[in-house]
């Protein structure tokens, strides 16, 4: 039996593609029918297309390739000296 949630998914927090079955996706060069109500008619946004008569939400097939994908992270640093000193005169 395994002990945590790694071992029981082997090693890896996302389950491999073979193992977590189709995704619903939309494709930018293919005629995407929605799955809800089988129109052809898209708004497209950054992450997300909106079916336009049914607003049925499916993620882009490129979507983690918007900005890179990177993780933004903020260091807030401490200031060091006489506050008069923190600007150049």
């Known amino acids: 039996m395994a002990t945590s949630i790694l071992e029981a998914r082997g090693g890896c927090i996302i389950p491999q593609a073979s193992q977590r079955g189709y995704h619903i996706v939309y ?7 929605c ?10 946004g ?5 079916c336009a008569f ?4 499916l993620p882009l ?3 983690p390739l918007v900005a890179g ?10 200031s060091y000296g006489a506050p008069e000193h923190a600007f150049a005169a």
């Open 54 to 57: 049914c607003t049925t939400a």
């Open 27 to 33: 494709r930018e060069h293919e005629v995407n029918h």
């Open 35 to 44: 799955p809800g109500c089988g129109h052809t008619h898209w708004y497209i």
């Open 69 to 78: 994908g990177h993780i933004v992270r903020t260091i807030r640093r401490a």
């Open 61 to 63: 097939e490129s979507a």
């Open 46 to 50: 950054r992450t997300m297309a909106e």
